[in-house]
């Protein structure tokens, strides 16, 4: 039985998967390869200031030392040499020349090779994040959490999704928000893993919690009452968000860049559970002339209880 829903879980990942994958090559990746350009060339202009800015002063130091120990035959004797100099380089120079074609074309060659690479791992790691997605919550999860998952048929598909964004996104992203490609956090990375699964165990938790008090609600107070009931536990998660350390973001992008950004990456997550969700409830109810009798009788002990 549990083959059968995992089965499940990963058909509905594998569609989810196709369109993500999609939205990464169409939308995603076009962008942030316009994000991460525009953070290189901030960071051209400013260590072009910062080189016109040392160039100036070593002319300046160079052009007293001249002054101190020059004299007349010497600038006569060094600006011969300095012909000779330039003779040898204009001789040379086309041979210079080509070698800096070459090279600038095999350089481009490779980066050209190389973002189209990072392109095509970025669309079939989003496809097979999805699928995992799909596999661990609505194939292993929905197994053992069926009965508990509030509402029925469609309902707990749904329920699970939100389940699911909350716990792997939601969550995490109240200590942690999304950072745009290129910009700098103020914590390291050995604090930002713990804290992003400290988040997600505690949305996992609040789920939990909210599903139990939503139905125990239910049975008791009518469905309004028990939706009031359901929503009031994520108000918990305000208290690790409140204790976490700050992450501040730095960066070179515009703030309505970095807002851009930041709202495709929670667009991107949204569409992956919702994408889940509702493949995985039309799976379901393809499959409603297929009665399961362990879930009948997991689902009549709950509401006995």
Known sequence: MLAE???RGVKAGLVAGVVFGLFMAVVANPLVVYADEMNHAAADVDGGHEHESEAA??????GDHAHEDGSGHEHEDGSHGHEEAG???EAGGHTDEGESHA???EGHHDTAVSMAVNKAVSVVSGGLWAVLLGGAFFGIAFYFLEPAIPGAGAAKSYAMGLAGFVTVSGAPWLVLPPASPGAQQSLPVSTRIPLYAGMMVAGALTCLLAGYVYNRL????GRSVAI???LLPFGILAIPAVLA????????????LRTGMTGLFVFGQVLVWLLLATT????RSANTSQTDPSAASRGATLSAD
């Not at 350390?245 to 309505?256: F, K, M, W």
């Not at 995985?280 to 799976?283: D, P, S, V």
């Open 280 to 283: 995985h409830a039309q799976l």
């Open 218 to 221: 239910r049975a008791s107070n």
């Open 87 to 89: 003779h040898g380089h």
């Open 103 to 105: 090279d600038g074309g």
């Open 228 to 230: 009031v009931g359901g």
């Open 245 to 256: 350390p700050t992450n501040t973001i730095q960066g070179a992008l515009s703030p309505e």
């Open 57 to 62: 002063h070593a002319h300046g130091d160079e």
């Open 5 to 7: 829903y995992l089965t």
